[in-house]
């Protein structure tokens, strides 16, 4: 159930991040999944998404990419898919996003 109103800017457009996730996670192999903004020079903000797959689930981040090409506007479809055991998660069980982006930012930084 999701109640966050993720809306991510990018190209100009708005993009809300709960359509993207509810899209992936209709995948028979995803059990959940979460989208964050992360920087993007050319395009106002990039999108990854943070995927926990089903247990005993196997599925290619390639293979979930074509299936939000094939499902989602060009526009909508993350630039990176990154599958991880589990979401971080508040006191309430809410996903946290924030520990999300500080993942994506200490990985970026490790890059360079």
Known sequence: MKEEKD???????????????SVIEEHPSVYEAAVIGIPDKIRDEGMKAYVVLRKNHELLKEELMHYCRLRLAKF???DVIEIIDELPRTSFGAVEKYALQQMHAEEYRELF
């Open 7 to 21: 809306m991510i800017k990018r190209s100009g457009q708005n993009v809300s991040a709960n359509e993207v996730e």
């Open 76 to 78: 909508k479809v993350p």
